[in-house]
């Protein structure tokens, strides 16, 4: 079972949290226009790296925030939490 340790809370079980997608994808930028397959990208797309990840994370049975991970998927080892207005 996994600690994660949510920036407002400190340490919780894995229990109480949910997975909330890849933190590195950038929303294209509003107004501009976009063609589908950059779209198709944004929308559907995601990487699968062994190592180092970063990823949002929502504590769903705790405060409700949502913060960043920075995991590693091969281990699980969780290196840095951090707030969202936070570098990670
Ligand atoms: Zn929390």
């Not at 949510?6 to 950038?26: H, I, L, T």
């Not at 929303?27 to 062994?50: A, C, I, Q």
Request: glycine share 6%; with cysteine; proline share 3%.
């Amino acid at each position: 079972m996994l600690e994660i340790k949510c920036p407002y809370c400190g340490k919780r079980s894995q229990n109480e949290f949910s997975y909330g997608g890849d933190a590195a994808v950038k929303r294209p930028e509003l107004g501009k226009e976009v063609s589908d397959k950059e779209w198709d990208n944004f929308v559907y797309l995601r990487k699968n790296p062994r190592g180092n990840h970063r990823e949002f994370w929502h504590h769903v049975a705790g405060c409700r925030q949502w913060f960043k991970v920075l995991r590693d998927t091969s281990t699980h080892e969780i290196f840095k939490t951090a707030r969202l207005d936070e570098e990670l």
